[in-house]
């Protein structure tokens, strides 16, 4: 998988190039939180603009890092969810634990509130 990843301000934006996220995207994706996580980046959004379909142990992921930003009072937020990634959150639940925005600026605008 190919994960492009950039800042707005203080706020991690990543960005999984690929359609499908699978358990074999699951190294890269972890890699890109444990970096994040160890430079201080807790605030995190999760762009899928260009992703279609989330499969589980990639949201495990998610669960796991949303857990440990909440420790430093970070979070993770959603932003761009496709209509297959926006049922896959409403099955799972996920949009009580992830704040979900329909783009990447009203996500980030999200969190400039909160400071």
Known sequence: MKVKSYKIE???????????????????????FAE????GA??????FSR????????ISVLLEYS???RQKEG??????PGLEVKKIVEVTHLGQIFEIYPDLEKAVESFKKEN
């Open 10 to 32: 203080d706020i991690l934006v990543i960005e999984p190039q690929e359609k499908f996220l699978t358990g074999d995207d699951i190294k890269e994706l972890e890699d890109k």
């Open 36 to 39: 994040a996580y160890s430079a």
């Open 42 to 47: 807790y605030k995190i959004i999760m762009d």
């Open 51 to 58: 992703t279609e379909l989330i499969y589980s142990a990639f």
């Open 67 to 69: 857990q440990k930003l």
């Open 75 to 80: 979070r993770i937020k959603f932003a761009n």
